[in-house]
């Protein structure tokens, strides 16, 4: 499917020089140009998987602006299979780009309401869901099984000598199967998205302490370290995932909390911003196309 190159870039700023750390970044987001960062990781032997047991169709959840639903619409397109994207919400999002993406990929929608998509695991739910679209391979929401956790083993490069490695947590599959390759020596933190983290399914050390709010909310600070962070880096953010890590690993060095050589991996998601922006109107282009002064 994917030919994986691991590009890692090193960022410098004065307080990286001023606190002696030595800071990279994995750049998932570049992986691939349609197949966001860390889902094509966790999509990868849940593919295989489904192809092994015969299946030609692939069922997974997900909400309107979800990173995974666009990769699963692409990835199942490329690999052959016929998609189908149980959507939380009203067939009216069908306009966000998200949405568009994984329709024109060939990903069938079907909406459902929050209370139907909260019966995502209920055996009575997938049986009518069987009804209604017959025999598919079933991938949770956010690609979280064991054999998304496998697939993000393979994140890191299989030689690397970085103290501490740092990714963003939604579901927790992603920090999961990075723990799973670390060597004894080195350490995991996985900044939390959202609020409270009682769902994760692991033991890793998650913190907690950079949700800005909980799942897709921000704040004045976060959209201004997003939009600093950028110009000093180049490296895009997007306004879920990516800002929340970058802004808590740079928080956590500035405390003393982490040091020496540092990973930051980048899981993509950039795809969702466009959706994020027009849903609260932010447009960072209006700034720089305003006359100055
Ligand atoms: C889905 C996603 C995550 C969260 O990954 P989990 O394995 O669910 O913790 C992190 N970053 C981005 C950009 C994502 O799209």
């Known amino acids: 499917m994917l030919n994986y190159n691991p590009i890692i870039q090193k960022i410098n700023s004065d307080l990286f020089s001023e606190k002696k750390v030595d800071v990279s970044v994995l750049r998932l987001d570049l992986i691939h140009p349609q197949i966001s960062g860390n889902k094509w990781f966790k999509l990868k032997y849940n593919l295989e998987e489904a192809k092994r047991l015969g299946y030609d169709t692939i069922l997974t959840f997900g909400g309107a602006f979800s990173n995974h639903i666009h990769a699963t619409a692409v990835a199942c397109k490329q690999a052959g299979f016929k998609s189908i994207g149980v959507i939380r919400g009203e ?7 998200t949405l568009s993406d ?29 009804e209604r679209f017959g025999n598919f391979y079933l991938v949770p929401e956010g690609g979280d099984n064991e054999l998304g956790a496998k697939g993000c083993e393979e ?22 199967g990075i723990s799973n390759s670390l060597q004894p020596s080195q350490k995991i933190i996985g900044i939390s998205v959202l609020k409270g983290v009682g769902d994760l399914n692991t033991n890793a050390n998650v913190n907690a302490e950079y949700h800005f709010g909980g799942y897709a909310k921000h704040t004045k600070e976060l959209l201004e370290f ?25 928080d956590l060095i500035r405390s003393g909390s982490i040091e020496g050589k540092i990973l930051i991996v980048h899981s993509g998601g950039l795809q969702g911003n466009r959706g994020y922006e027009d849903r609260y109107a932010l447009n960072p282009k209006r700034n720089v196309n305003e006359p100055q002064g």
């Not at 929608?109 to 869901?129: H, T």
């Not at 490069?157 to 920090?175: E, H, K, S």
């Open 226 to 250: 997003k939009e600093s962070f950028e110009a000093q880096t180049q490296i895009p953010l997007d306004y879920v995932y990516t800002s929340k890590l970058f802004y808590g690993a740079t």
């Open 155 to 176: 994140i890191l490069p299989m030689q690397n000598n970085f103290d501490i490695v740092l990714c963003a947590c939604g579901t927790g599959t992603t920090l999961k």
């Open 102 to 130: 994984a329709a024109a990929n060939g990903m069938q929608l079907f909406f459902v309401s929050r209370e139907d998509y909260n019966k995502k695991q209920d055996a009575g739910f997938i049986q009518s869901l069987n």
């Open 91 to 97: 067939p009216s999002s069908i306009g966000n780009n």
